[in-house]
């Protein structure tokens, strides 16, 4: 059985372990997949230092070189690709907040919801920097979204398509029928599938 490592999104009160994740680790066990991830929560951690805690983790657990990542975790995996490096990279849904983005954008209610430190550290986070070390390390890359994410936020389907095109030989999928949550369906699938798929190419 092949294992891939899960850093989750942003979450103050659930860590990998939640129940929410359950289709997710039933769907990835269907692919003959054991799933481990981040143990737990964002709280008190900005992008580097969950990031950091993802690189421990993983190391400890030896997973076949497959890291997924969702959401503003997905942001994390590329804060410390260098320090993580992973074979494949999945990203799922990554966060439009990186500093392109929220100069763009410019939102008070996210200093709310994310927080002063986390922001500060967003505000400095290039997506032009995260692709050239993905492309410096020659990492095979997958990105996800749901198809519900055009109406739902369309800024991250935007960074998505750019994420896509600047990642050299990245592949983009739309996972039809599927919203922002990986743990529901019809993306926990959907993932699986495409895991299984890049563990039977590798």
Not at 92 to 104: G, W
């Amino acid at each position: 059985m092949k294992s891939a490592f899960l850093i989750p999104g942003l979450s103050l009160d659930h860590a990998f372990e939640s129940s929410t994740l359950d289709p997710l680790r039933e769907s990835m066990l269907a692919q003959d997949i054991k799933l481990y991830g981040v143990t737990e929560s964002w709280r008190g951690h900005n992008l580097l230092s969950f990031g950091e805690l993802a690189v421990e983790q993983a190391q400890l657990c030896q997973y076949d070189g497959m890291l997924i990542a969702h959401s503003l975790g997905a942001l994390a995996a590329l804060r410390v690709i260098d320090k993580i490096k992973p074979r494949y990279l999945v990203l799922c849904s990554p966060s439009a907040l990186f500093s392109e983005d929220i100069k763009a954008n410019n939102n008070p209610e996210l200093y709310q919801r994310i927080g002063e430190r986390l922001m500060t550290e967003l505000k400095n986070f290039s997506a032009m920097d995260a692709v050239s070390e993905v492309n410096d390390r020659g990492v095979s890359t997958t990105i996800l979204y749901g198809e519900k994410e055009r109406d739902l936020y369309p800024d991250l389907v935007v960074r998505c398509q750019n994420l896509a095109t600047d990642i050299t030989d990245a592949e983009l999928i739309e996972v039809r029928g599927a919203a922002h949550f990986i743990g529901e369906e019809p993306y926990s699938s959907e993932l699986a599938q495409v895991a299984s798929g890049i563990f039977t190419d590798l």
